[in-house]
């Protein structure tokens, strides 16, 4: 048991290293606290070195832990100058750390109860799940063994096995095996502490992004415990699915873009850039993360045009930024057609044979399908619903400059998901009731961010009136 700690925390580290010279290469002027730095050092890092690894295979280099830690040296002796004005530059201090009230220690000891209790249940059985094992765990045994991505690798995987769909991005399956690297053995038990691993550090961003919008402490824990508590959204903390890193990368992509645009400095723009690449490595919904990503940045410059507060240098880091994702995005889809593996669900052949008469049918299962999930409370709690009722009652600023930018991304993900099912092969019940659940994760994040924002709002207008 200690050497499995002690394996997993060196695996941690490892990959936080990785993370942590990316963010130290442009968060000039230190915005992030160490609380904030120490999550996304770790999720940068995990990406960063999933990308790093998929990049290896293709000129054929072997997967060993010296081979994939080797070039984040080279970049921390680099990026010397940086890490040391990050180590030793003053900022102001957040009230993070401050003592906790009675009341704080509550909610705290309770979101800690949670966590552990997700660790627990991830280290009782294997990654055992049909889709865990078929698209993602299966891929990262591969990696593993072969010590690279074979040039016959996705070819292999589309026609040896059911279900694996060898379009998917890698960004899972190559974390697993770099676990498996790390600790030099393969162990489908303790890989599986990846992922409460990955719950943790995004429930800690979640909260320092919340209290920092809301400046209010206990009502940041408040809702860091009420994202931690679905049954559902837990349950994928777990068992070894892609959804719960792609809710990670997705939301974040989008929460520090909010912050951006509230003017919290530049750093928090090439956060969402890194997530939304982190994102599109993670499943093939990335993509609407990314056009998500654009959504957001052309809003916010039609809304800086009308204002007359055009910034040419502004905007060119903007556009570069875009410009990035898409050629990493068309440079994929390339890569895909040179394998010869297609999607099953949106492809040329599938729009041919589309039957418009059956859109009234599925808009049908669509909506029902929907308000069983938002009206789930075995599954959400009251997460949706409180959604829905504070979206309904504030339904004249629900589009305000204050709330615009996490909105938006919220409906946009919904409709975007809505139309793969309009389109979709399988039978339409069947594909909501596998599938839809799963996708709500990705938005949940969101929708919990502006309950939170609303209902501090709405506290602090009760004061005020009260005084």
């Known amino acids: ?36 730095t120490a999550a996304f050092s770790y999720l940068f890092g995990l990406g960063a070195i999933s ?140 890989v599986k502490m990846m992922f409460p691993i990955n719950f943790t550090a995004f429930l800690i961003i979640f909260y320092v992004f919340l209290n920092k919008v809301i400046s209010n402490r206990l009502f940041a824990l408040i809702f860091t415990l009420l994202l ?60 609407i993360t990314f056009f998500g990503f654009i959504l957001i940045l052309v809003m916010r410059a039609c809304h800086e045009t009308r204002d007359r507060k055009f910034s040419l240098a502004t905007y060119s880091r903007q556009i570069s930024a875009v410009l990035i994702l898409a050629v990493l995005f068309i440079s994929w889809a390339l890569f ?29 299962a669509i909506l029902y399908e929907y308000q069983r999930q938002i009206f789930g409370v075995k599954y959400w709690n009251l997460s949706w619903i409180a959604f829905l009722l504070l979206a309904v009652s504030g339904y004249r600023k629900l589009f305000s400059e204050e709330n615009r930018y996490i909105i938006v991304p919220i409906f946009f993900i919904l409709f975007s998901y809505a139309v793969v099912f309009f389109i979709t092969p399988q039978g339409i019940t069947w594909h909501l009731r596998t599938s839809l659940n799963r996708l709500l994760i990705h938005v949940l994040p969101l929708a919990l961010f502006y309950v939170a924002m609303r209902v501090n709002g709405i506290c602090s207008n009760e004061l005020t009136n009260n005084k």
């Open 1 to 36: 048991m200690a050497e499995h700690i002690l394996q997993i925390i060196g695996f941690v580290l490892a990959t936080s290293f990785a993370g942590f010279n990316i963010i130290a290469a442009y968060d000039k002027d230190r915005v992030f606290g160490s609380l904030e």
């Open 228 to 287: 931690s508590s679905p049954g559902l959204f837990a349950n994928y903390a777990t068992n070894g699915y892609a959804d719960m890193q792609m809710a990670i990368y997705g939301s974040i992509t989008f929460l520090a873009l909010y912050l951006w645009i509230k003017g919290m400095g530049w750093a928090y723009f090439w956060t969402a850039f890194f997530s939304c690449i982190f994102a599109m490595w993670t499943k093939n919904e990335g993509l």
């Open 336 to 364: 895909k057609i040179y394998m010869n593996v297609g999607n099953d669900v949106v492809n040329a052949q599938v729009l041919m044979k589309y039957d418009p008469s059956t859109i009234f049918t599925r808009l049908l």
């Open 51 to 190: 990308l790093e690894i998929f990049f290896f295979g293709m000129i054929g280099v072997k997967f060993t832990t010296v081979n994939i830690i080797m070039p984040w040296l080279l970049f921390a002796a680099i990026n010397m100058p940086r890490l040391k004005e990050w180590f030793f530059k003053t900022r102001a201090r957040s009230n993070i750390f401050h003592k906790f009230s009675r009341f704080e220690t509550i909610i705290a000891f309770l979101l800690a109860a949670i966590i552990c209790y997700i660790f627990f249940i991830a280290s009782l059985r294997p990654i055992e799940s049909y889709d865990a094992v078929a698209i993602w765990s299966l891929k990262a045994k591969v990696i593993y063994f072969t010590g690279s991505i074979t040039p016959d690798f996705f070819t292999m995987i589309e026609a040896k096995f059911h279900g694996a769909h060898s379009d998917y991005p890698l960004l899972l399956p190559i974390a697993q095996a770099w676990f498996y690297t790390f600790i030099n053995t393969f162990n489908d038990y303790l």
